[in-house]
T-cell receptor, first 112, second 114 residues
Framework: KQEVTQIPAALSVPEGENLVLNCSFTDSAIYNLQWFRQDPGKGLTSLLLIQSSQREQTSGRLNASLDKSSGRSTLYIAASQPGDSATYLCAPEGDSNYQLIWGAGTKLIIKP | DTEVTQTPKHLVMGMTNKKSLKCEQHMGHRAMYWYKQKAKKPPELMFVYSYEKLSINESVPSRFSPECPNSSLLNLHLHALQPEDSALYLC?????????????FGSGTRLTVV
């Protein structure tokens, strides 16, 4: 059974810092991995989708990497801003049932 | 149109009420999903509609009833809910349940059962 762990559970840093959020998964048989952002009480916004054949994806200040064999993904946020404050969730998609398995999320607070 | 639209955004209902949540997408996606999310927890899959075939998470109680009138619209009918059913209900879609092209989520319906 796939298990997803996100570290740290919470992070509070001053504005401007570069950050790394970590996601590990126990079953490397995944189709892809998706990073989402969730603001309090709101829906999920897709940030980056990495196919299992890819090593990384970039969008603006965000960069996500995937090491499928070691069961790890990282989300790198450059030059953090207060507007980046949210909960970040990673979700690999199983290649047998094509369903998302969720981590518990990292709650990020960027202080002005 | 690259969005999943959910209505209403907020809903308060009594335990004897019948209400419905609506989810719509016009991206041509053939798979749609209902998730339930409690505070500070990740989403839990409730139902999947893919090519007009329903898959159910067997732990979901029968007071939740999905309906898919067409490939763009997914409803969730609610009847005789309990206070513990209060949660954020999220709808999502993918091009195909087996395509692995990523999920698009709606903004959710905040449901409160009183």
């Amino acid at each position: 059974k796939q298990e997803v762990t996100q570290i740290p559970a919470a992070l509070s840093v001053p504005e401007g810092e570069n950050l790394v959020l970590n996601c590990s998964f126990t079953d490397s048989a995944i189709y892809n991995l998706q990073w989402f952002r969730q603001d309090p009480g709101k829906g999920l916004t897709s940030l980056l989708l990495i196919q299992s054949s890819q090593r990384e994806q970039t969008s603006g200040r965000l960069n996500a990497s995937l090491d499928k064999s070691s069961g790890r993904s990282t989300l790198y946020i450059a030059a953090s801003q207060p507007g980046d404050s949210a909960t970040y969730l990673c979700a690999p998609e199983g290649d047998s049932n094509y369903q998302l398995i969720w981590g518990a999320g990292t709650k990020l607070i960027i202080k002005p | 149109d690259t969005e999943v639209t959910q209505t209403p955004k907020h809903l308060v209902m009594g335990m004897t009420n019948k209400k419905s949540l609506k989810c719509e997408q016009h991206m041509g996606h053939r798979a749609m999903y209902w998730y339930k999310q409690k505070a500070k927890k990740p989403p839990e899959l409730m139902f999947v509609y893919s090519y007009e075939k329903l898959s159910i998470n067997e732990s979901v109680p029968s007071r939740f009833s999905p309906e898919c009138p067409n490939s763009s619209l997914l409803n969730l009918h609610l009847h005789a809910l309990q206070p513990e059913d209060s949660a954020l209900y999220l709808c999502a879609s993918t091009p195909d349940q087996t395509a692995g092209y990523g999920y698009t989520f709606g903004s959710g319906t905040r449901l409160t059962v009183v």
